[in-house]
């Protein structure tokens, strides 16, 4: 079991993405999210800090759930996020757009 993952929740027209972490040191590194189709072409990228306190909950980021669908057809894109601590890769998750 991990003891840092990334968390994103879906609601009304917003994505926040939470870090949870129950590390008992502060925690640095990078969410990296990335909508996707299902042929594997990128959408949308985005790139973002992370820092938190130790053994906490952190919000890092809330976006616009329009900004995040293409204009084609949202029934057939996902959102990955990537955690990065330290270079390498804690967390991974994958979820539908719509």
Known sequence: ????LVSPFLHDDKVDVYVVSDKL???????HMRLLDFSGNSLFEQT???K???????IISRSIKRRLRPRENPHRTFL???LEVGGKKV?????SST
């Open 91 to 95: 967390s991974r998750i994958w979820f």
């Open 25 to 31: 040191q502060p925690l640095s590194g990078t969410i």
């Open 48 to 50: 973002k800090e992370v």
């Open 52 to 58: 938190s306190r130790r053994n906490r909950v952190a």
């Open 80 to 82: 990955v996020f990537d």
């Open 1 to 4: 079991m991990n003891d840092v």
